[in-house]
């Protein structure tokens, strides 16, 4: 998988979002086995504490299952857009960010513009 650091989040929160950026790409199906908590630190070079907080958080997400004794996978697709409370905190973010970007005078179409971007590079 490969986490790199250029985002500036904590490296969990960066595992975070590249095991859920795989599964908008495609690359990990419903069903498919995540590596072990060892074998994903080993892989991604972190501790595997903090493998292990990425798995629970991820679980807690309805992004992961864990079968004792099998493994770990992929869910069927976690959450249906709408008032779930993972869409709801999320919103409440993404209107934090709008307000920063229009207090520092960033135009709509430019904003708009970014978010096109970024919604089909995680699509691709």
Same mark, same amino acid.
């Given at each position: 998988? /490969? =986490? ?8 969990? !929160?960066?595992?975070?979002?590249? +095991?859920? *950026?795989?599964? =908008?790409?495609?690359?990990? *199906? ?6 072990? +908590?060892?074998?994903?630190?080993? *892989? ?6 903090? =493998?292990?907080? =990425?798995?629970? *958080?991820?679980?807690? /997400? ?37 307000t920063e970007l229009r207090y520092l005078?960033?135009?709509?179409? !430019? +904003? ?9 590079? +995680?699509? /691709?």
């Amino acid at each position: 998988m /490969q =986490v790199n650091d250029q985002s500036g989040l904590p490296y969990y !929160e960066q595992l975070i979002l590249h +095991v859920k *950026q795989q599964i =908008v790409q495609g690359i990990l *199906q419903p069903g498919d086995r995540l590596p072990s +908590v060892r074998d994903m630190a080993r *892989q991604e070079q972190l501790n595997p504490n903090t =493998v292990s907080k =990425v798995y629970k *958080q991820l679980e807690a /997400q309805q992004v992961i299952t864990t079968v004792h004794g099998k493994g770990t996978y992929v869910r069927e697709t976690a959450v249906a857009a709408g008032d779930s409370a993972q869409v709801v905190a999320t919103k409440k973010q993404l209107f934090t960010l709008l307000t920063e970007l229009r207090y520092l005078g960033v135009p709509l179409d !430019e +904003v708009v513009k970014w978010i096109k971007e970024a919604y089909q590079g +995680v699509e /691709q």
